[in-house]
């Protein structure tokens, strides 16, 4: 059974700092894709940043310059370190597992319960 546990929201003023952390607990990070998403009031989920196939990494351009994706593949563990907030960066954030299989239609996703972010101004 996966099982994703995301940690380090808080509340931080404008300018400042938060490292989320993402503990995968049942899989490993081989043939997976991960990422971080965020989902603020009234809005849809969007994705925040992901590693693509190995190391490879792709951000979402409002966050260019200001996060970093990292993993630990001894701890099986995921961080997003987030520098230069805004109070437009207040959201939920969560942690995707995407487990690909032989045959795509056996792929799953797996999701934590999300880590609240709150940037004041």
């Known amino acids: 059974q996966v099982h994703v546990v995301e940690s380090g929201g808080g509340l931080v003023q404008a300018g400042g700092s938060l490292r989320l952390s993402c503990a995968v607990f049942g899989t490993d990070f081989s043939r997976t894709t991960m990422g971080w998403y965020r989902q603020a009031p009234g809005k849809q989920r969007e994705l925040v940043a992901v590693?693509?196939?190995?190391?490879?990494?792709n951000y979402a351009d409002f966050v260019k310059g200001r996060f970093t994706i990292s993993r630990d593949n001894a701890k099986n563990t995921m961080y997003l370190q987030m520098n230069g907030l805004k109070p437009e960066d207040t959201a939920v954030y969560y942690c995707?597992?995407?487990?690909?299989?032989?045959?795509?239609?056996?792929?799953?996703?797996?999701w934590g319960q999300g880590t609240l972010v709150t940037v004041s101004s």
């Open positions: 995707n597992v995407h487990k690909h299989a032989l045959s795509p239609k056996y792929d799953r996703d797996y």
């Open positions: 590693f693509r196939g190995g190391d490879n990494t």
